[in-house]
């Protein structure tokens, strides 16, 4: 399973991303795909995510300036973030999590850099 994040880059505050992550396997068969990130020093949090049903659930802090969607046709989940804040920044990354013999699995992109200058 590889997960290839894109779209990450230097914003002035206020500004706008979209963030993309394709999957080589068929999003179908994950249970939801997301994105996380990462700041320096800190933990990896949840942003977005999504599931098979197209069930979205967001981070408090990104709800309203965040869109999160899925194409399964392109196996390709997308992050729009809009009126981007400095400690927005952070690695974003995408996740996709499926249950194998009852047990929750998370797969990682590779991180992409989202920096929001002020």
């Known amino acids: 399973v590889q997960l290839q994040a894109s779209g990450g880059g230097l914003v002035q505050a206020g500004g706008s991303l979209r963030l993309s992550c394709a999957a080589s396997?068929?999003?179908?068969?994950?249970?939801?795909m997301g994105w996380y990130r990462q700041a320096p020093g800190k933990q990896r949090d949840l942003v977005a995510t999504?599931?098979?049903?197209?069930?979205?659930t967001y981070t408090m802090s990104m709800k309203g300036r965040s869109t999160i969607s899925r194409d399964n046709a392109k196996n390709t989940v997308y992050l729009q973030m809009n009126s981007l804040k400095p400690e927005d920044t952070a690695v974003y990354y995408c996740?996709?999590?499926?249950?194998?013999?009852?047990?929750?699995?998370?797969?990682w992109g590779q991180g992409t850099l989202v920096t929001v200058s002020s």
């Open positions: 396997q068929t999003a179908l068969g994950y249970n939801s």
């Open positions: 999504i599931t098979n049903d197209g069930i979205a």
């Open positions: 996740n996709a999590r499926t249950l194998r013999m009852g047990a929750w699995v998370d797969y």
